[in-house]
């Protein structure tokens, strides 16, 4: 890099005859190359090679076997290493100086920053679940409201970047490197929870307001059980240049591997798109619909979905002429149409118990964390609900509840669930918003709360067809506990219900561009370079203490422990996550996540555990992390830390 620092990378080169420079593809994220991603980093960059390209995966600073350090995440020096790495892979012998860019998260994140660097060599991007909007689409906040995602990725990023070089590719300064690293280690967590609104932070390393820089073509990819696919529907429409969209109901995940199903080929489908921008070869994949996407319609609730009901539609550009606005009114429990107007304030419930059949509190997806039959926490919320439909009715895009809302405290949390209620069987969600009273529209605190505030509160899109015969049901709570942190109290929340418009995303017309969307199907796995000694699970269990009555929720998840035949380094980890809270009490929240990484190789043997937890008081926030870091039974560093961050509008 440009101060030095050197950053670690792994290259996949095709083989041929005359060994002619290629076009390049670039991976850049901070998630440990040699372990963490390493068999899905196989999974892509070996194909890509396959088909003619120079596929390079880098850790970034401070991350993996790289040098140097990373203080937060989406930092000016983060985006002037990705441009100085383009620039570097533009300049070697085995590159024919056209760069594209791709990443799955952080990777697909880092890609859309980068391309409105406008580097001369990046040629095209594709972004996999990607955020164009850090402080309302990331793991940070939802509308303004602290999510406990957050905790969760407090306690594992720390333990990422605290994991140690391998001393097989770093040789003899792998230990003085490691010691550096763990030397300067933060907690970025204080840095995320003291952030609570729009504010420079969160708008410097989004895309939001400088969409129309993106120098390059775009291939947006996302899912609907991972709450970033907003990015893909915002990135569409707000580009003003070459961007297409692809939305499937998987989770946080490359699609070939998503869940829900069904997968799809995605390495075939970025071959595509890379042999186009990058190679000039005309197959098409520019004249494909702006948008691709995946429509959801009615499935029994389960934590788990091998498989989504719904089919593949089809919008030649977006925003769509075919969207057209469905307005229903609210009225004694109803929805109904058309609006009235008769002022009707009613009281939205407080209780602690609304979001236990959220699902996973995790902000991915996860398999075994979908949402569930949302009966229990409708009946302990505020419901409006409509007629059974004559006929379905599909939505496409964002749904719309305007209203009117009267609170004494000048913070205070609505919660929306727009679910799908059939003649017999459980109630699913289809989407869900959440919305901090003490911030505007724009996510900016009010200068005055006043007791009466005017509210547009908008719900992520969605595609989605309701049967005909079922029913449309908007419930409303005033907390949604364990996803959103509580507000200070729990003064009661009223809206004026006459005044409400909820409006629907109604997709009409012909349809005729539907039937053309097809994928490949996923390519298979290579098995050979991996051994699984212990295969993935997630547990779930929900409780509560007679004694005390709080509320206690919680889940581990185990995903494989590999052993990879290249390097012989094992590789564990283990996420487990507590919620507890005491109904009536906003200030007895308490969340904790213990994450461990363990890497082992013949009489080697390193582990890695972090710790986040979180509570809070009517003023501030209370934010403690631990970690600890062990060689072979020996402790190697033992750090705390702990904060009181003052709160003030969250």
């Given at each position: ?31 440990r190359k040699r372990d963490l991603t390493r068999l899905r980093d196989e999974s892509n960059h070996a194909v890509f090679a396959e088909a003619g390209y120079a596929s390079i995966r880098v850790d970034m600073r401070g991350s993996g076997d790289s040098e140097g350090h990373m203080a937060d995440m989406f930092t000016d020096a983060e985006l002037d290493d990705a441009i100085r790495v383009i620039e570097w892979i533009a300049a ?33 991007i594709i972004a996999c679940c990607a955020t164009h909007n850090r402080f309302d689409d990331d793991i940070h906040h939802m509308g303004g409201c602290l999510l406990t995602d957050t905790i969760e990725w407090g306690a594992q990023l720390p333990a990422i970047l605290a994991s140690p070089p391998d001393p097989q590719t770093v040789g003899e300064g792998w230990r003085d490197l490691w010691m550096e690293r763990l030397a300067r ?466």
């Open positions: 890099m440009t101060d030095g620092v050197r950053l670690a990378a792994r290259l996949w080169l095709p083989v041929s005859a005359d060994h002619a420079p290629v076009p390049a593809l670039l991976e850049f994220i901070p998630y070697q012998p085995w590159c024919d100086g056209h760069v594209g860019m791709f990443g799955q998260s952080w990777g697909g994140t880092a890609s859309l920053l980068a391309s409105c660097q406008a580097p001369p060599a990046l040629k095209a280690l933060t907690f970025p967590l204080e840095k995320w929870i003291s952030h609570e609104w729009r504010d420079d932070y969160w708008r410097r390393s989004s895309v939001t307001g400088t969409m129309h820089t993106i120098s390059c073509p775009v291939l947006a990819v996302g899912g609907w059980a991972d709450r970033y696919s907003n990015a893909v529907l915002s990135l569409v429409a707000g580009t003003g240049r070459d961007c297409w969209g692809i939305v499937g109901p998987w989770g946080h995940h490359y699609p070939f591997a998503g869940e829900p199903g069904p997968a799809m080929g995605f390495q075939q489908e970025a071959v595509r798109w890379w042999d186009h921008w990058l190679k000039g070869v005309d197959n098409g994949i520019d004249r494909e619909p702006r948008l691709r996407i995946w429509r959801m319609e009615y499935q029994p609730p389960a934590d788990r979905m091998a498989e989504r009901r719904g089919d593949w539609i089809a919008e030649d550009s977006w925003p769509s002429s075919r969207i057209a606005p469905l307005v229903f009114a609210l009225a004694d429990g109803k929805l109904t149409g058309p609006p009235g107007g008769d002022s009707q304030p009613v009281g939205v419930p407080h209780d602690a118990r609304v979001g236990l059949a959220g699902g996973d509190t995790g902000y991915f997806g996860r398999t075994g964390g979908l949402p569930l039959d949302q009966c229990a926490d409708d009946a302990l919320s505020l419901v409006f609900e409509s007629d059974r439909l004559e006929t379905p009715l599909d939505l496409l895009g964002e749904t719309v509840l305007d209203l009117d809302v009267a609170c004494d405290a000048p913070v205070a949390t609505l919660a929306l669930r727009l679910n799908d209620v059939p003649p017999e069987g459980g109630v699913a969600r289809v989407v869900c918003a959440v919305r901090n009273l003490a911030l505007d529209d724009e996510g900016v605190p009010f200068g005055t709360p006043e007791r009466r505030r005017r509210c547009r509160i908008v719900f992520p899109g969605t595609a989605y067809r309701f049967r005909a015969g079922h029913r449309i049901r908007l419930a409303l709570s005033a907390s949604l506990w364990p996803q959103i942190w509580p507000s200070p109290d729990s003064a009661p929340v009223t809206i004026d219900a006459g005044k409400a418009r909820l409006t629907l995303p109604q997709r009409t017309g012909d349809r005729k561009a539907d039937a053309s969307v097809s994928f490949p199907p996923p390519l298979e796995p290579d098995g050979e370079s991996a051994t699984t000694l212990a295969a993935p699970s997630i547990s779930r269990d929900i409780g509560r203490d007679a004694a005390s009555g709080r509320l206690t929720s919680g889940w581990t998840n185990t995903p494989a422990r590999v052993r990879f035949c290249a390097t012989g380094v094992t590789f564990g980890s283990r996420t487990r996550c507590d919620h507890s809270i005491v109904p009536g009490d906003n200030n007895s929240g308490h969340s904790r996540v213990e994450h461990r990484l363990t890497f082992h190789r013949d009489d080697w043997f390193v582990t890695v555990t972090s710790i986040a937890e979180l509570r809070s008081t009517p003023t501030m926030f209370l934010p403690r992390g631990r970690l600890e870091v062990t060689e072979n039974g020996d402790t190697v560093l033992v750090r705390t830390w702990s904060s009181d961050i003052p709160r003030t509008c969250s």
